[in-house]
């Protein structure tokens, strides 16, 4: 007589399945980065262009051509905080019609605004 219990699953079905999710995973994985990193660089790029608009303000209200970040950035400045996202460092002072060049997002990237 065959006693053998028809219930649960094999090793083969098991193997089967774990081979399907690390498929699955291969593929989501890469994606995931792909639309992480393209968030960080946007919030970036929203910062710098933000940046950018108090510095003109700034020019336009004090008649200069150039002004340091803490000029900018402060509770009773321009721009109340600038959240960094990815670790990264803006530029320390900015002088009118010359490019914004973010570095280290992410310990990697750079994003440049030309105003």
Not at 8 to 32: D, K, R, S
Not at 44 to 57: E, G, I
């Amino acid at each position: 007589m065959n006693t053998r219990s028809a219930k649960g699953f094999t090793l083969v079905e098991i193997m089967i399945v774990v081979v399907i999710i690390g498929l699955l995973a291969a593929m989501a994985i890469p994606a995931f980065q792909k639309v992480r990193q393209s968030s960080q660089d946007k919030a970036v790029l929203n910062n710098a262009r933000q940046l950018s608009a108090a510095a003109d303000q700034y020019f336009l209200e004090n008649g200069v051509s150039s002004v340091v970040i803490d000029g900018l950035v402060g509770a009773t400045n321009y721009v109340k905080a600038v959240n960094t996202v990815a670790g990264e460092t803006y530029p320390p002072a900015y002088t009118q019609g010359i490019t914004i060049t973010v570095s280290g997002i992410a310990g990697a990237r750079t994003v440049t605004y030309a105003p």
